[in-house]
């Protein structure tokens, strides 16, 4: 659905440009929405593409298939943005660390980071050398939207990135990156120091094949102490702020900073230059906007779990953010972290549906 204003030039080949006017915290019709994970498995049709590529790797190296799952969710809903499909541990793949995934136990690197010497070995890799597949499927799937609703390219953040290749894979106890961190904080450093450098040249190389928003994951920033979390994490993040392509071919290419666990830091996410502050479920997006004065555009920030429940119940809690955030632009609506595999896909609609129907009062002037 096109809004019903003016398209900026800043967006002048958007068909429907509310997401990048909403970063921007320019006027919209209604309130935006795209939904983290919505390219998943809750939905048949991606299960069936995920079983043809034969397995989640051979799936984000196809561009074809990434492409295809990622524009089937904008098939069933009326969402206001698209994502790349991929994932956030290509780069440490293609550092050589060996990722594979396990069934029911998540990713698992073959050679896991645990000496300084490692680390000081790790190669920065070329985003059009071993990571051309990702590239390959920006410019493929921004070829098939053809101005249909943004394209997001994304990236795992540094520490979140670090978390994985230390521990090896999934984690509950954080023993191997936090002993690290505290025992060889200079170790720990290099390797952010790297990974920064490196999620820089993914994002812009992914802004010059076609990415129109930016948007950078920090999984796992919310198990720090707030002292380590602004060493170790918000610095390399504002580090790689500092160095993305923030305008291409004319249009403003926003980005969005998410915490995950992290809305006590809000403030400070928003200082970084970062024209958003993604929010988890755990704070009121209401409060958070005070704090922060203006300065950044919020995404977030409705419990994924919210989806399991009766639809009159869902709209009760679209309308509760809606009503929180208040009136104005500046609001993303999207779930405080991924949806959920076993969500029914028609109470995604009713989500959908019910943050542009209930939202459009909060954008009359």
Not at 128 to 145: F, K, N, P, Q
Not at 192 to 207: E, G, I
Not at 235 to 259: C, D, W
Not at 301 to 324: F, G, H, K
Request: proline content about 6%; hydrophobic content about 40%.
């Amino acid at each position: 659905m096109t809004p019903d204003i003016t398209t900026s030039t800043a967006t002048a080949t958007l068909k429907n440009d509310r997401f990048i006017r909403a970063l921007l915290r320019e006027p919209v019709d209604c309130t935006p929405i795209w939904i983290m994970r919505q390219a998943g498995r809750y939905l048949p049709e991606y299960k069936a593409t995920r079983a043809k590529a034969g397995s989640f790797m051979d799936l984000c190296r196809s561009a074809e298939l990434a492409c295809e799952v990622t524009l089937q969710p904008l098939e069933r809903f009326d969402l206001d943005a698209a994502i790349l499909f991929s994932d956030i541990l290509t780069i440490p793949d293609a550092m050589g660390l060996g990722l594979t995934f396990s069934a029911g136990e998540g990713p698992v690197f073959a050679n896991p980071l645990r000496d300084r010497r490692s680390i000081e070995q790790l190669p920065l890799p070329d985003p059009e050398g071993e990571l051309r597949y990702v590239m390959d499927a920006v410019s493929t799937i921004r070829g098939a939207l053809n101005g249909r609703v943004p394209l997001i390219g994304f990236s795992g953040s540094p520490w979140t990135l670090a978390t994985y290749m230390v521990e090896g894979g999934s984690t509950k106890e954080f023993a191997h990156i936090k002993g690290l961190m505290y025992s060889d904080p200079a170790s720990a450093h290099l390797l952010l120091d790297k990974l920064s450098t490196a999620v820089t040249d993914y994002l812009n190389a992914q802004v010059r094949r076609g990415a129109q928003a930016l948007m950078i994951f920090d999984t796992w920033g919310g198990v720090l102490s707030p002292d380590k979390y602004r060493e170790f994490s918000l610095a390399y993040m504002n580090k790689i702020v500092s160095g993305l392509i923030r305008e291409h071919e004319g249009q403003r290419i926003p980005v969005i900073l998410f915490t995950k666990g992290g809305g006590a830091w809000a403030p400070e996410i928003a200082a970084s230059g970062a024209d958003g502050v993604g929010l988890d479920w755990t704070v009121d997006i209401g409060a958070v906007r005070q704090q922060v004065g203006g300065k950044v555009a919020l995404q977030g920030n409705l419990d994924p779990s919210v989806l399991y429940a009766p639809e009159a119940v869902i709209e009760q809690e679209v309308a509760r953010v809606l009503s929180s955030y208040g009136q104005g632009s500046g609001h993303v609506f999207n779930l405080g972290h991924g949806i959920h595999q076993h969500v029914n896909p028609d109470n995604v609609k009713v989500l959908v549906d019910a943050v542009h129907r209930l939202s459009r009062p909060y954008h009359q002037s």
